[in-house]
C-alpha cells in the first residue's frame, strides 16, 4: 500500500482556555483511526500523520470530527490536507513571504473553492496596508501588525462573506513547519 503525509487543520481549539484538546490524546485518536507517524505541532491543533495515499481528505476529517467529539465531547470542525497541497500553498504565495515575520502572513485555509464574487463587498482600500490575495482553497492574508489588530481579517471572516465555507487559519511561522513535518523525501 502506498501511504502519503497529512496533515490535520483542527479550528479553534485551545483558544482562551476553550474547547481543550491536549495534543497527546489528538495524537492518541489518530492512531486509534488507523495512522502512523502521528506528531502534533503547537497547542492550536495541528496533527501529521500518515495513512494511505489514495485516503479521501474529507473522510479524513469527518474521522477526526467524530473522534473528538466522541472523546472530548464537543464538536470540532477538521481540514485535512496531504503534504503536497501544503507545499504548493507556500509555493504559490503571492507575498514575499521570505521578508515577512511569520506572525504577518496568514493561510486561511477552506472547506471549497474561494470564490472572488464572495470578497466584492469587501472594502480593500480601507484597509491598507493590509491586503489578500485568494488561492486553492487558501485565503492569503498579509497583517503587518499581526492577526489579532487586523480590520481586515475581522471583514473577510464575515459570516456573509464566508458563509458555507470552514475555514482555519495558521501564520506563515506554522505553514512553513506543516510543510516541512509532511515532507517525505
Known amino acids: 500500500m502506498t501511504t502519503k503525509a497529512y496533515a490535520a487543520l483542527l479550528r479553534g481549539v485551545n483558544v482562551g482556555g476553550h474547547r481543550k484538546v491536549p495534543m497527546a490524546e489528538l495524537r492518541n485518536l ?3 483511526l488507523g495512522h502512523t507517524d502521528v506528531r502534533t505541532h503547537l497547542q492550536s491543533g495541528n496533527v501529521v500523520f500518515v495513512t494511505d495515499a489514495g485516503a479521501d481528505e474529507e473522510r ?8 473528538v467529539e466522541d472523546h472530548f465531547g464537543f464538536h470540532v470542525d477538521c481540514l485535512v490536507r496531504d503534504g503536497d497541497y501544503l507545499a504548493s500553498v507556500a509555493e504559490q504565495c503571492p507575498f514575499p513571504a521570505t521578508e515577512l515575520a511569520g506572525k ?3 493561510a486561511v485555509y477552506c472547506s471549497g473553492p474561494v470564490d472572488p464574487e ?10 491598507l496596508p493590509e491586503e489578500f490575495a485568494l488561492g486553492d ?17 475581522a471583514a473577510i471572516h464575515r459570516p456573509s462573506v464566508l458563509k458555507g465555507l470552514v475555514t482555519t487559519t495558521r501564520n506563515w511561522n506554522t505553514v512553513r513547519k506543516l510543510v516541512e513535518m509532511t515532507r517525505r523525501d
Open 60 to 67: 479524513l476529517g469527518a474521522a477526526l470530527e467524530e473522534a
Open 118 to 127: 464572495r470578497f466584492t463587498a469587501v472594502d480593500r482600500e480601507a484597509h
Open 104 to 106: 504577518q502572513l496568514h
Open 30 to 32: 489518530a492512531e486509534e
Open 137 to 153: 482553497r487558501v485565503l492569503y492574508l498579509r497583517a503587518p501588525e499581526g492577526l489579532g489588530k487586523s480590520g481586515l481579517a
